[in-house]
């Protein structure tokens, strides 16, 4: 009888997806954390921004390590191999960038998610992390909605 679901994922197919998206969850925490410290040198009243993206930097930090460990609970040694992301000077650039990317994680989650019905364990971590990139979705476009639409000065 025909299933009309996609097969769950082969081991080595899901230690791969787990190895590139550990490698995203890097980008992002850098991301995050450099965007932090240049946007409150560059903004006056950046705190606050200075202080959702640490946090956001944190959280995939968080992201990183659960991913971390569900690799080492298949015995094998996870691999940071991760692009040092371009830096963008401008707020709203990186915020759009940040959109795209934290789009681009929900998607990859989404399927995984629906791909690892024989890993329970996983199904449960990877749908926490999802839950956590809807919410960065959310902050993401909430801030960006606070630049309002003007293109010019600092932003
Ligand atoms: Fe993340
Ligand atoms: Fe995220």
């Known amino acids: 009888m025909a299933r009309d679901r996609k097969p769950w994922i082969s081991k080595?197919?899901?230690?791969?997806?787990?190895?590139?998206l550990l490698a995203?969850?890097?980008e992002d925490v850098f991301l995050y954390m450099w965007e932090a410290s240049l946007f409150k040198k560059r903004l006056g009243g950046g705190d606050s921004l200075h202080h959702r993206f640490s946090l956001l930097?944190?959280?995939?930090?968080?992201h990183a390590d659960r991913?971390?460990?569900?690799l080492i609970s298949l015995e094998?040694?996870?691999i940071w191999d991760f692009k040092t992301p371009r830096r963008i000077p401008?707020?709203?650039?990186?915020?759009?960038?940040?959109?795209?990317?934290?789009f681009e994680a929900i998607r990859i989650y989404q399927e995984l998610v629906e791909?690892?019905?024989?890993?329970?364990?996983?199904?449960?971590?990877l749908k926490g992390i999802l839950e956590d990139e809807?919410?960065?979705?959310?902050?993401?476009?909430?801030m960006i909605r606070g630049l309002g639409a003007g293109s010019g000065g600092p932003l």
């Open 90 to 102: 401008s707020v709203r650039e990186s915020l759009n960038r940040h959109l795209e990317r934290e």
């Open 76 to 78: 094998l040694k996870p």
């Open 12 to 20: 080595d197919r899901l230690v791969r997806r787990l190895q590139d």
């Open 134 to 142: 809807k919410n960065h979705l959310k902050v993401v476009r909430h």
């Open 57 to 62: 930097s944190s959280t995939e930090m968080r």
């Open 115 to 125: 791909e690892t019905g024989e890993w329970p364990h996983f199904q449960t971590v």
């Open 24 to 26: 995203m969850e890097y």
């Open 67 to 70: 991913l971390v460990g569900l």
